[in-house]
C-alpha cells in the first residue's frame, strides 16, 4: 500500500485510504518527509472529505515538530476544520518560540465561526500561551469562559490555569485553582504551585507544600526541586538549601543542568561560593545559564579576578554568552573598579548583538558613579533607549550628592519622585542628603511632600532561619519566632 497509484485509490473503501494516509504520515520523521507526504497525498487526487482527514494527520505532525509556518498554510487548506484540527495548530502556536496572541487570535476565530465547539484541550493549549508570556488578562478571559462552557474541572484546564497563575506571580489565584483540584493532584500541579511561592520568596509556603506533597505519595522530579532550591535561595536559607540538595542526592533525582543551575546560584547567594564551584566544576555539560549563574555568582563575592577568567573560558568554550552573563562582568569590574575594562566589556556585549537590560545599564551606572565620573555617567543614563528605572536615578543621586554636584541632584531629584511618588525611602534618602549639608529649608519641603503625599514610612524587617523556617521579624516587633 506504500505504493499506492491514483487509480488504486479510487477503488479503495474510505477507511482503508484513511489507514493509508495514517501509515504514510506515521512515517515522516521531519518537514521535509512530511511535505514528500503531502505531495504524494496530492497526486493520488482523494476525496474530499478523505484528503480534509489527510490534511488534519499532516497539521498534528506539523505541531508536533514545531513547524507552525508549514502547519498555517496547511490549516487554511481545510475547508471545514475540526476541533481536532484547530486544537492542533493552537498546541503548535503556545510554543516558547510563537507568541500567545496567534493561539489566542486562533481561539478567538473558532469561536467566531460557531463550530466547532471548543473542548478542554483547546482551552489548555490557549491558556498554555498565555502562561508562556505571561499574559494574565487573556488567561482571566479563558478562565471565565472555561466556567460557563463548564470545562473548568478539567483537570487540563484546571493545570494550566494553575501554572498560568504561578507564572504570573498571582500566587492566591493559584491556590484557589489547587486547593479546587482533585484529591490525587499530579506531579505537574504541585510542582506548578509550589513553583510559584518560590518565584514571589514565599519560602516557608513552598517548603510546606513540598513536605505535603511528599506526605501525599507523590516523587518529586526534578523541575520540582529546581522550584524549592529556587525559593531557598530567594529566602537566603542555607540549612534548608542543604537539607534540599542531600534529599536530591539520597532519592537519585537527575540532577540536569537547570537543576544543577539552580544549586549554584542557591549557594552563590547563600554565601557559600566554594560549593557553588563545586557544583559548577562537577558538571558534566555546561549552558549559558550555567555559565552565567557562575559568573554573577563570584561577582556577587567579589571575585572580580575569578569572574571575569571564568568568562574567558566561557568564550573559549565557544559558549555564547547573554545579558545576564554581563550582568556577572561588569558587577566584577564595578567591585574592582575597572572601568576601562567595563567599557570595552559593554562595546563587546552590544558588538555581539546582546540586548542590554536595565540590569546591565544600572551596573554602567554604578561603575562610572563609583570611579567618580558623574558627567559620563549623566550622559550616559539621558542618553539610555529605554527608561531608567529608581534604581539608576537613586545611584546616580548619591553619588552626585557625595560629589556636591547640585545640578544632577536637582534632576536626578526630581526624575526619582516622579517615577516613585509613594515610596518613602526617596523622601528619607534626599532628606538626609539635605540635613547632611544643612539645607534645613528642603529637608521641611521633602516632610512636607511626604504628608501631601500620604506617604508611609515601611518599618525596616529582618529575617531568620530557624529548625528548617524562615522567621521576620519588623522593628519593634517582640514576638518570639
Request: hydrophobic share 45%.
Amino acid at each position: 500500500m506504500q505504493h499506492l497509484g491514483p487509480q488504486e485509490a479510487a477503488t479503495l473503501p474510505r477507511h482503508l485510504l484513511e489507514a493509508h494516509v495514517v501509515s504514510l504520515v506515521r512515517q515522516c520523521s521531519g518537514l521535509r518527509a512530511l511535505r514528500g507526504a503531502h505531495a504524494r497525498l496530492l497526486r493520488l487526487r482523494l476525496p474530499r472529505l478523505t484528503y480534509a482527514f489527510a490534511l488534519s494527520k499532516l497539521l498534528a505532525s506539523c505541531a508536533a515538530s514545531a513547524a507552525t509556518s508549514y502547519a498555517r498554510s496547511l490549516f487554511d487548506q481545510i475547508p471545514e476544520p475540526t476541533t481536532f484540527c484547530y486544537n492542533s495548530l493552537i498546541h503548535a502556536l503556545s510554543g516558547p518560540s510563537n507568541t500567545a496572541a496567534d493561539a489566542f487570535l486562533l481561539y478567538r476565530r473558532m469561536l467566531r465561526a460557531g463550530a466547532p465547539p471548543p473542548n478542554s484541550f483547546t482551552l489548555a493549549f490557549t491558556i498554555k500561551a498565555c502562561a508562556t508570556v505571561p499574559a494574565l488578562g487573556e488567561g482571566q478571559q479563558l478562565h471565565s469562559q472555561a466556567f460557563r462552557q463548564g470545562l473548568e474541572p478539567s483537570l487540563y484546564v484546571q493545570t494550566g490555569l494553575l501554572n498560568l497563575y504561578a507564572r504570573c506571580e498571582e500566587v492566591a489565584l493559584a491556590r484557589d485553582v489547587f486547593d479546587g483540584m482533585a484529591e490525587d493532584k499530579n506531579l505537574v500541579a504541585w510542582s506548578s504551585m509550589i513553583g510559584g511561592y518560590s518565584r514571589v520568596g514565599m519560602a516557608n509556603e513552598a517548603l510546606d507544600l513540598f513536605r505535603e506533597m511528599q506526605a501525599t505519595g507523590v516523587n518529586p522530579d526534578e523541575v520540582t526541586m529546581v522550584s524549592v532550591i529556587s525559593a531557598c535561595a530567594k529566602a537566603g536559607a542555607l540549612d534548608l538549601g542543604r537539607w534540599v540538595h542531600a534529599f536530591i542526592d539520597r532519592k537519585g533525582i537527575k540532577v540536569d543542568l537547570e537543576l544543577s543551575t539552580a544549586l549554584i546560584d542557591m549557594y552563590a547567594k547563600c554565601g557559600l561560593i566554594e560549593r557553588a564551584r563545586w557544583v559548577f566544576d562537577a558538571m558534566v555539560e555546561r549552558d549559558t545559564k550555567a555559565w552565567s549563574a557562575m559568573i554573577v555568582g563570584l561577582a556577587m563575592h567579589g571575585l572580580a579576578e575569578d569572574a571575569l577568567g571564568l568568562f574567558s573560558r566561557m568564550l573559549q568554550h565557544k559558549v555564547i554568552p547573554n545579558n545576564v552573563t554581563f550582568i556577572g562582568v561588569l558587577s566584577a569590574c564595578v567591585h574592582n573598579g575597572l572601568v576601562d575594562d567595563g567599557r570595552r566589556y559593554w562595546s563587546t556585549m552590544q558588538e555581539m548583538g546582546i540586548k542590554a537590560s536595565m540590569e546591565n545599564y544600572g551596573c554602567m551606572v554604578d561603575l562610572l558613579c563609583r570611579s567618580g565620573l558623574l558627567d559620563e555617567a549623566y550622559s550616559f543614563v539621558t542618553d539610555m533607549p529605554i527608561s531608567p528605572n529608581s534604581v539608576i536615578w537613586r545611584n546616580l543621586l548619591v553619588a552626585s550628592k557625595s560629589s556636591n554636584r547640585v545640578d544632577i541632584v536637582e534632576s536626578a531629584s526630581k526624575r526619582l519622585l516622579e517615577l516613585e511618588p509613594q515610596n518613602s525611602e526617596n523622601y528619607v534618602l534626599l532628606s538626609n542628603l539635605y540635613a547632611s549639608n544643612s539645607q534645613w529649608d528642603r529637608v521641611r519641603y521633602m516632610r512636607k511632600m511626604m504628608k501631601a503625599n500620604k506617604v508611609t514610612v515601611v518599618a525596616g524587617c529582618s529575617s531568620i532561619e530557624i529548625n528548617g523556617y524562615m522567621h521576620k521579624f519588623v522593628v519593634s516587633d517582640g514576638s518570639p519566632p
